[in-house]
């Protein structure tokens, strides 16, 4: 499978703002969770061990935001471009 552009800052906009709230109510109610309609971007590892004990590991959010930034070309300017992008995105 070959990725563009796009689609790699598409993706490392969605781990940079994924809310932890889905994998918090997957781990506490596993049974009650539809996963395809959950939002896990921000999982990097999801356990849950023979006594039933749940381990939640996130994906570094800052490190998702600095690559977003060095992407838009750094400094104030890039910044500027970020904040601009992600905000069209919401949209």
């Known amino acids: 499978m070959e990725l563009d552009r796009e689609e790699i800052l598409e993706a490392l906009?969605?781990?940079a703002l994924s809310s932890p709230n889905d994998a918090v109510a997957l781990a506490l109610a596993p049974k009650d969770a539809y996963v395809k309609s959950l939002d896990l971007w921000g999982v990097s590892e999801f356990k849950v061990n023979s006594a039933g004990a749940v381990e939640v590991?996130?994906?570094d959010r800052v490190k998702a935001i600095g690559l977003?930034?060095?992407c838009a070309g750094g400094g104030e300017d890039?910044?500027?471009?970020l904040l601009n992008a992600l905000?069209?995105?919401e949209e």
Not at 78 to 81: Q, V
Request: charged residues 30%; aromatic residues 6%.
């Open 68 to 70: 977003l930034l060095e």
């Open 13 to 15: 906009k969605r781990v």
């Open 57 to 59: 590991k996130f994906a």
């Open 87 to 89: 905000e069209a995105g």
């Open 78 to 81: 890039g910044m500027n471009a």
